[in-house]
């Protein structure tokens, strides 16, 4: 039978465990690879109605991406808030939300994203807010998305004063009598966003397509989706949007949507379980996981510790945040992924700290095996040496960002001191020691592109550092082999899906098409790998997008 569609040209199909697995041509029929092999093999498979994709000789084919850890349907809200990613200065971003303010409605709040205490020197206030946007409501999520900065109008519609108790995993950044200074930590921030007006199912549907498309112009063909940020009643208007997408096939890639604690009852009782489609009018749109949080992060200084953060002059620590703190406390998370495996939905857990990890390793642990997606821990920023060996030996997969590391090494090295190197961001312990090991951007936190992440797990290092800054942990560098298989075969492998991720027969004909220089060793940084951009993109050997 002729082949529907034939790629020739240097093709790595990622086939065994290790190696490229270079090909001369890959054959395609009803969506899959058929043949991968030599041309002149292939050429015989051939007929006048093939669709040819021809390489350049200065050109490369790989399987497409999987973002692991991307948050599609609030990334999608957020292409219409405020971005403060690249303001410089709290000037700079009181700038923006200045803007805000003239142009929207008096009635609508400000939202946005971005800011980061570190970049801009100090933590900002809602008196800072007040200034530039009198009687506003606004809230604006930082860079880590872990603490929120809030102004005078939203505190007060919140009900936040001094007698306002910290909720449970959650902190009121206060000044010298107990006042509100307008940042929520954690918990506390669901204080304000559970007054902000969610985003309808329309608004959802319409901006999750708009940034899909951007992803598949990237190379990005599948995204695992933790969830949304608000608090969800029943499955939640991100979830309808995406089933509508389905439905409709209007989803340019695929999605594994996950939910969040308050989610999971509606889920069990739906009979959703981690793998079906949310429509069986469509495949593209699956059931994910059930996503938890252990702790919180580096930048917000509530990533949970088995030792005390280091401590920093003049910036105090609210009273016992000192070893950082638990967002759902350990039995909580073991009790709730016993609750989700029960009814068939694999959880993932975030963890940051090394406290963390190790209590969402006991959480996790005990659910291994007992549904199709593998149980994750996402991020696993600081690892413990005694907890190295427990992702492989018990079925616990890690989904890792290495773009972090960008924004994050300085940090980490002054809030961490001697662990930053020795026992962070340790991808290469990971995967040398079996473990399932997969990539992501955590967008809208980083930016979408997943190419700068790919050459900074390679080189550990980035050129927005300083001048003379040595790269963070380079023993913990992996091989460019290792982390485009983390990228394109390990996300795939989380989700069961044994289909996808390699270009060898059997498998769904998702293909890039990069410049070759892309994947010339040694990696440079801030060379050809960290802004490749495709040619060509297949996804079920139809074209998703061509340059």
């Not at 933590?123 to 999520?141: E, S």
């Not at 702790?295 to 609210?318: C, F």
């Amino acid at each position: 039978m002729p082949l529907d569609a034939l790629v020739t040209g240097r093709i790595a199909t990622f086939a065994g465990e290790s190696g490229f697995g270079w090909v001369e041509a890959v054959g395609i029929k009803n969506g899959r690879v058929a043949f991968a092999g030599s041309a002149i093999e292939l050429e015989t498979r051939a007929d006048p109605f093939t669709v040819r994709h021809e390489l350049d000789p200065d050109e490369v084919a790989i399987p497409g991406l999987t973002d692991a850890h991307l948050h599609l349907a609030d990334g999608g809200i957020a292409l219409e808030q405020v971005d403060l990613e690249k303001s410089r200065s709290l000037d700079d971003g009181l700038a923006l939300v200045a803007e805000a303010h003239g142009r929207l409605p008096e009635a609508d709040w400000i939202e946005g994203h971005g800011w980061d205490p570190d970049r801009w020197g100090r933590w900002p206030t809602a008196d800072d807010l007040d200034r530039v946007a009198p009687g506003r409501r606004v809230a604006l999520w930082a860079h880590d998305h872990h603490s929120l900065w809030v102004s005078g109008p939203a505190l007060e519609v919140a009900g936040v004063d001094h007698e306002t108790a910290d909720p449970a995993g959650g902190i009121v950044r206060r000044d010298e009598d107990r006042v509100p200074t307008g940042v929520l930590h954690e918990a506390a921030s669901r204080l304000v966003t559970d007054r902000v007006p969610r985003p309808t199912e329309d608004r959802y549907e319409r901006l999750i397509a708009a940034l899909a498309h951007q992803l598949v112009e990237l190379g990005i063909v599948a995204v695992h989706d933790p969830g949304a940020l608000a608090l969800q009643t029943g499955l939640g208007p991100s979830v309808a949007a995406y089933r509508r997408l389905a439905e409709r096939r209007a989803l340019p890639l695929r999605v594994h949507v996950c939910i969040r604690e308050e989610q999971l009852s509606a889920a069990a009782e739906a009979g959703l379980r981690s793998g079906d489609r949310l429509s069986p009018d469509g495949e593209r749109a699956r059931v994910g996981w059930l996503k938890l949080f252990a702790d919180g992060t580096l930048a917000s200084r509530t990533a949970a510790l088995l030792e005390p953060i280091e401590s920093e002059p003049g910036q105090p620590l609210p009273p016992g945040t000192e070893r950082g703190v638990f967002i759902t406390p350990p039995a909580r998370q073991a009790e709730l992924a016993r609750k989700a495996a029960d009814a068939g939905i694999a959880t993932i857990i975030h963890a940051i700290g090394d406290r963390a990890v190790r209590a969402a390793l006991d959480a996790l642990e005990p659910t291994a095996g007992r549904t199709p997606l593998m149980p994750r821990l996402e991020h696993v920023q600081l690892l413990h040496p005694d907890d190295r060996e427990r992702f492989a030996r018990n079925g616990v997969a890690a989904s890792v960002q290495p773009v972090h590391l960008r924004a994050d090494a300085a940090a980490a090295r002054r809030l961490w001191g001697e662990r930053a190197e020795r026992n962070g961001y340790t991808w290469r312990t990971l995967v040398d020691s079996g473990a399932v090991v997969a990539f992501g951007t955590d967008a809208p936190v980083e930016p979408i592109d997943p190419w700068p992440g790919l050459a900074m797990a390679v080189t550990r290092t980035d050129p927005s550092w300083p001048a003379g800054t040595p790269p963070f942990g380079p023993d913990e560098a992996l091989s460019l082999e290792r982390a485009l298989r983390a990228a394109c075969v390990a996300p795939a492998v989380t989700a069961g899906e044994r289909d996808r991720g390699r270009l060898i027969p059997g498998q769904r004909a998702d293909l890039v098409i990069l410049p070759i220089e892309a994947l010339i060793e040694p990696v440079v940084p801030g060379g050809a790998l960290s802004t490749a951009r495709p040619r060509l993109v297949l996804i079920d050997g139809q074209v998703g997008y061509e340059a």
